[in-house]
């Protein structure tokens, strides 16, 4: 064999082995010691659930932020003042509830606690109307409730559903058969005509009762947030004439001036003579509904680590920052585990690279730390990253994202060595093939593809952050645990990660950023499974 061949050989195999040492070398730095101290703080109530824009999500943000410069990273968005940070500043916009309430009889009635509404309405001042009741605002050739009922510029109280007879056969139908007049939505064939009637507002008493009742207000209450869901862009609202309160027999026999075993009587009435009412019951309201604007002022962490001879290739290390506050109840959702441990994890393997690069073992592709936020909301920091990227995603090798490593699933509860991994196949085989070879060589835990697979009704892999790098091409590896009891709930704290059990995911993460930042070759995209 040639000589020089045979020490190029040698050669070749020695730095390797003392690569493949460095590597191990670092990533005992990190602990589950150094897990829990990072934490302790970032899960702690003092930072009320991290909820996006929040004071505590700023906190946070600091803590992480404090800890990149004491590693030696760059900050590399810009401030308004021209200057670097390591903040990436975006907003988020939404239009929410304001003051909203209906008045009657002397009596204030709460939103979302007496009564809910369908649809959107936008009244910022209090408005008072007369109120008619025009029985159950039905318009057929055998049955019209607005044959003898003026409406126009007033609001209309309507019961819900249709009406029976005696023998509880439907009147329109005469048999069991319902109409539309009785559909899911049947509130919005109700209100159209209403409108087109002239009436100016719509109310519906609903034939829920007590304990009934009160569950279906917290439900809607709970559908409602869908009105006030931020956005990226400021949002452009426009408000649906076709809405209606749905309120209690109660709080409509106080706005029609009556009393509620009279209103009934009126019902009843109808269902007696299978015919309209002849003339209905009349009132006044007062109410107001409020949408106002909001600006969630946030931020991504982002920290830059440059390379050596590859600098202008960069791997990008992502976990979120944030979680979902205070529960309407006054409890604090720490997110230990969602995403404290991904937060955490960050901060020890930018650690780790950062000792390499001052013991002259530095990568030679460059890595940015990404602590995103919105993600709870859906996945804005993420998405606002990809479209205003620090360093251009052409040049962007892979997102590696960690997202809920702390605890086990009740698939694992008797084996905790494993991590799902999501993604790695999905653009890249070589992705796939390095992970795979860093959890043989350094890790040895079970890497779990369940939800790896297209046809997971969970879908994991749309519903984290990694999603809005693998939307623009670049390969992304999802690191999860699963789902467990305590997810979105108060009971995700500290002293239920299993530090233990984190440590080699966070090195399997490190071993594989290693390998991507230091190999000759970038890895190819090659496939597109998503």
């Not at 990533?27 to 010691?33: L, N, Y």
């Not at 606690?113 to 050739?141: C, Q, R, W």
């Not at 990404?370 to 090798?397: A, D, Q, R, W």
Request: charged share 25%; glycine share 6%; hydrophobic share 35%.
């Amino acid at each position: 064999m040639n000589k020089n061949l045979l020490a190029g050989m040698f050669l070749s195999v020695t730095t390797l082995t003392y690569a493949q040492d460095d590597a191990a070398k670092y990533a005992a730095s990190i602990t589950p010691e150094d897990l829990k101290k990072h934490l302790v703080i970032i899960a702690s109530d003092s930072l009320e659930g991290r909820d996006t824009g929040s004071p505590g999500q700023k906190k946070a943000a600091d803590y992480v932020s404090k800890h990149f410069k004491e590693y030696g990273l760059q900050p590399i968005a810009t401030a308004a003042d021209g200057s670097k940070s390591f903040l990436q500043k975006y907003n988020l916009y939404k239009r929410s509830w304001g003051d909203v309430y209906v008045k009657a009889d002397g009596k204030k009635y709460e939103f979302n606690k007496d009564f809910y509404l369908n649809g959107i309405l936008d009244i910022p001042a209090e408005t008072s109307s007369a109120v008619v009741l025009a029985g159950y605002g039905i318009e057929e050739a055998s049955y019209n409730d607005y044959a003898n009922l003026d409406v126009k510029g007033k609001a209309v109280i309507l019961f819900d559903g249709e009406p029976k007879n005696t023998d509880g056969k439907y009147i329109l139908s005469g048999n069991d058969e319902k109409s539309k007049w009785s559909a899911p939505v049947s509130w919005q064939n109700k209100a159209k005509l209403a409108l087109e009637k002239g009436a100016k507002f719509v109310f519906i008493i609903t034939d829920k009762t007590g304990d009934d009742l009160n569950k279906e207000i917290r439900q809607r209450a709970v559908m409602a947030r869908r009105f006030s869901s931020p956005t990226l862009k400021p949002v452009q609202e426009s408000a649906n004439r076709v809405t209606s309160f749905v309120l209690s027999p109660e709080i409509a026999s106080q706005i029609l001036n009556t009393s509620v075993q009279k209103l009934m009587k009126e019902k009843s009435e109808i269902e007696k003579t299978g015919k309209p009412l002849s003339k209905g019951l009349s009132g006044n309201v007062a109410f107001k509904v409020e949408r106002v604007n909001e600006t969630i002022e946030t931020e991504n962490v982002a920290a830059f680590l440059e390379g050596t001879d590859k600098k202008d290739e960069v791997l990008v290390i992502s976990a979120h920052l944030d979680h979902i506050g205070i529960s309407p109840n006054g409890e604090i959702n720490n997110g230990a585990d969602d995403d404290g441990s991904g937060t955490v994890s960050l901060l020890e393997i930018a650690q780790a690279f950062s000792k390499a690069k001052a013991d002259g073992k530095g990568p030679r592709r460059s890595i940015l730390f990404l602590n995103v936020t919105g993600e709870e909301k859906g996945l804005f920091g993420s998405e606002y990253y990809s479209e205003h990227p620090l360093l251009p995603l052409k040049n962007t090798i892979a997102d590696l994202n960690i997202d809920m490593i702390g605890r086990v699933d009740e698939a694992h509860k008797n084996d905790p060595k494993y991590v799902y991994v999501i993604g790695a196949d999905k653009l890249s085989s070589q992705l796939h093939t390095i992970s795979e070879e860093a959890n043989k060589k350094y890790v040895n835990y079970k890497l779990d593809y369940t939800f790896n697979d297209a046809k997971d009704p969970n879908r994991f892999y749309y519903r984290s952050d990694h999603y809005n790098f693998a939307k623009m091409g670049v390969p992304v590896i999802f690191y999860f645990t699963g789902v467990h009891e305590d997810y979105h709930r108060p009971g995700d704290d500290v002293e239920k990660i299993m530090f233990d059990k984190q440590a080699p995911i966070v090195k399997l993460v490190f071993h594989t950023a290693w390998e991507l930042v230091n190999r000759n070759e970038r890895i190819v995209v090659d496939s597109n499974k998503q």
